[in-house]
């Protein structure tokens, strides 16, 4: 069995169960080297089991390390008489799922078939999510060229910025750069947006937006290195900044300086937060609501989610994103965000574009 099997078997929450039904992408990528879609895998302490349809069984036989290709759908078995017949083979009684990634039609038709078999499908939280927060060197390595594709990148685009280029455009200008880069992918949609529109911590790029001089321009983006993802946010001022945005950008690069200083092991994910809400809050400004930062790996937010009210302890070889923001409509907002590595002794920071305000 993989280290990683091993591990997932060793989480006290997956002692009861016999096998894991597993739809998450991320997750068949994470224990099997699997990168197609649409599988299903069954994964149990005997053996793993891949379940592909036509398009994927020739993929899935190449990429998984050690799972056994079950074909299913015409002229074979749809698939929850397949996850039953491997159930009744296997003598395995007690399967979870995913509870907050299967959808019902599916959990409807396996439970149902899973009767017949007398195994039945219990809800299990994050389970693969748990193993694959703390990361390899081998994945933390990826993480981070990733990261160095990312500052590249955004370096490389800079010269692009004009008046009245659109939000689209540069976004556009910036993926190019991101896969010509060496990247696979962004590692989800870019964001690029002006003027008082950052105000909205998340938001798709417009093309009737056009840049003018005072806007804001915050890029929150990301490469895909082999699966895995960087995630950084800039926030720039195109031209000269008002004596308002200059206060507002040290006041976020203060939170986002000091919240980083606090990555380390044992250190709380709750208290992170509240000392990046504190120093914003301290300012006068507006807080930003979502969590301080998340997980980063082979999805763009993963485990651990560091927010209000909820303690998590970071470990060495966690992966996060530490991103204070302030945001107030009409005006807008700034975001500044680092893709870092907890290290046993501290932190790595592996996303290194300058942080000083920028007035371009
Ligand atoms: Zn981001
Ligand atoms: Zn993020």
Redesign the pocket.
Known sequence: MSDKMQELWGIPESQGLDALFIVSRANQRYLEGFTGADCFMLASREGNYLIADSRYTEMAESECRSASVVPHRAPNPPLQDVVARLAREGGLRKIGFERDKLIWGLYDDIAKALEGAGAELVPASSLVERVRARKTADEAGLIEAACGIADKALDGVLPVIKAGISELDLKTELDYRIRTGGAEDGA?DT?VLFGARPSQPHANSRRDVRLKAGDFILI???ACHDGYRS???RTFVFGKASDEQKLAYKTVLKSQEASLEKVFPGSNGRDINDLALGIIRGAGLPAFEYGIGHGVGLE?HEEPFMRQNTDVILEAGMVV?I?PGTYQPGWGGI?I?DTVLVTPDGHKVFTHFPKELMEL
């Open positions: 989800f964001m929150d983006y990301g995630d950084t946010t763009i994103t991103e975001r965000e």
